[in-house]
């Protein structure tokens, strides 16, 4: 089994910043540095959509809504996945999914991250 665990999401104002944390642990442990690692969303209404990709090797892809707005990063010794939200506006309201990509293909529960205008 693989659990992944998001943190960090809460209320913040519009043009605040958040920064969110995904621990990974059980059977990805060892393959964690090669997986790939996504962050995704889901607002109220709306399918969820992927906000950002890191490959194993560091590659960083975002969906043009959040481009230079959104950082994804991994720290691969603490089997650890963050995503730094800055200029944030009522339209990144959502919940904020971490997933594991690829080999291993797992969901986190999500975390709730509120903008307020």
């Known amino acids: 089994q693989v659990q992944l665990v998001e943190s960090g999401g809460g209320l913040v104002q519009a043009g605040g910043s958040l920064r969110l944390s995904c621990a990974a642990s059980g059977t990805i442990f060892n393959i964690f540095r090669i997986n790939e690692m996504g962050w995704y969303r889901q607002a109220p209404g709306k399918q969820r959509e992927l906000v950002a990709v890191?490959?194993?090797?560091?590659?960083?892809n975002y969906a043009d809504s959040v481009k230079g707005r959104f950082t994804i990063s991994r720290d691969n010794a603490k089997r650890t996945v963050y995503l730094q939200m800055d200029s944030l506006t009522p339209e990144d309201t959502a919940i904020y999914y971490c997933?594991?990509?690829?080999?291993?293909?797992?969901w986190g529960q999500g975390t709730q991250v509120t903008v307020s205008s």
């Open positions: 997933r594991a990509i690829r080999p291993m293909d797992y």
């Open positions: 890191i490959s194993g090797g560091g590659t960083t």
